[in-house]
């Protein structure tokens, strides 16, 4: 089931973004931040969570790309899976919903930069539209390594862009 997230889901949220930056295929990060720190670099809308029985086993959220006027319908969007639960249709699920929310909110355009070895992820980003539009080489270092990022795209079919 799908819901949006709420402050009381925090811990399992940070607990599944711990599962990510444990993968070395889903961020640059090498440790997680606070709630707070978490809480505010990520817009108020479009949160959600994907639950099975009490259990969060997914989230999806959107960060500003800039604080620039201009760009304000302009979204980076971040989605983890527990890792016990890939394969199971849950980003499916959750980027609908974000989707939906995103327009909604009057997003008219999705970023996403995932690693080009994150073979799952890119699947789901192009099965909902989104499209290639470049590839950051060498962009940062992760454990003394170089690595980059595969840049995607999408645009809201609502805005007629």
């Known amino acids: 089931m799908i819901r949006e997230m709420l402050p009381g ?3 399992r949220i940070l607990e599944i973004f711990q599962m ?6 889903a961020t640059f990060e090498t440790s997680v931040p606070s709630w707070s720190e978490w809480d505010s670099k990520h817009l108020r ?7 099975e029985g009490d259990q969060i086993l997914g989230w999806i959220a959107l960060s500003p790309f800039s604080a620039r006027k201009a760009y304000e319908g302009v979204a980076e969007i971040s989605v983890y899976i ?3 639960s890939l394969g199971k249709g849950i980003g499916t699920e959750l980027m609908n ?14 970023y996403s930069h995932v690693f080009p070895e994150n073979m799952a992820t890119l699947r789901l980003h192009t ?4 499209r290639i539009i470049g590839i950051r080489e060498s962009i940062a270092q992760l454990d003394g390594q170089w690595r980059d ?6 645009r809201s079919k609502k805005t007629g862009i």
């Open 82 to 84: 527990d890792t016990e």
């Open 149 to 154: 990022t595969v840049l995607l795209e999408r």
């Open 127 to 130: 099965k909902f539209g989104f």
């Open 20 to 25: 990510g930056v444990e993968t070395r295929n």
């Open 45 to 51: 809308h479009s949160r959600f969570v994907y639950t």
């Open 9 to 11: 889901d925090s811990k």
């Open 97 to 110: 919903a974000v989707i939906a929310s995103s327009e909604k909110e009057g997003v008219w355009t999705l």
